[in-house]
């Protein structure tokens, strides 16, 4: 596609419950990141894929937070028993090499009540 | 630890004229990238420049350009002829490969 893409733009659920945050990167590239962004703060780092491994998981909170990337495009970002702490936005990144620059998508805004 | 800070939470500018926005970095590596990145309301993050630690040479896009002290660790970024568009929160990027760590953002707003 021309960028990345993420779906949901929102996502409002209840604590405790199961979600799913899904990103589209730019076509061919190969490597994509997760980052969690809180309100007034700089974007942190989550997870990096190459291809479809995980190369960096170091940034993933806690186990609740899973990411899969089966195909080596499409990335999903799952969290289990959402906490309200979990609100944030959720922004996406692709690149086509490990040093080269990121492009971001529009990110998820996720609210746990 | 690899740290990025931006000490300014809020910067002002008036259109047509010129601000810079201060950012410093830690790090032992020699080989990394700078980059600063724009978030209007929106919240799409859109990249305005990249640096790579290995050149000398400030890098400049159009309006934007940068003052890269590689021994002070430091990495401003200078907006020329403000626009109104420029205003958003602006952050700082490390990137030794891999992940990018930010700033926490200056927030600039353009007065007309």
């Known amino acids: 596609g021309a960028g990345v893409s993420q779906t949901p733009s929102n996502k409002v659920t209840e604590k405790g419950k199961y979600v799913e945050l899904r990103c589209d990167p730019i076509s061919g590239h190969t490597a994509l990141y997760w980052y969690r962004q809180s309100l007034g703060q700089g974007p942190e780092f989550l997870i990096y894929f190459q291809g479809t491994g995980a190369a960096d998981d170091s940034g993933l909170p806690n186990d609740r937070f899973f990411a899969v990337r089966p195909e080596g495009s499409v990335s999903t970002l799952k969290i289990q028993r959402t906490e309200r702490g979990d609100s944030a936005v959720y922004l996406c990144?692709?690149?086509?090499?490990?040093?080269?620059?990121?492009?971001f998508g529009p990110g998820t805004r996720l609210l746990v009540l | 630890a690899q740290t990025v800070t931006q000490s300014q939470p809020e910067m002002s500018v008036q259109e047509a004229e010129t601000v810079t926005l201060s950012c410093t970095y830690d790090t032992s590596e020699s080989d990394y990238y700078l980059f600063w990145y724009k978030q209007p309301p929106s919240r799409q993050m859109i990249l305005v420049i990249r640096q790579e630690a290995y050149k000398q040479q400030n890098a400049t896009e159009n309006r934007f350009s940068v003052n890269f002290q590689k021994a002070a660790k430091s990495f401003s970024l200078k907006i020329s002829d403000s626009q109104l568009g420029d205003a958003a929160m602006y952050f700082c990027a490390y990137h030794p490969g891999g992940k990018l760590i930010f700033g926490q953002g200056t927030e600039l707003s353009v007065k007309p």
């Open positions: 990144a692709s690149s086509s090499g490990y040093q080269e620059t990121q492009y």
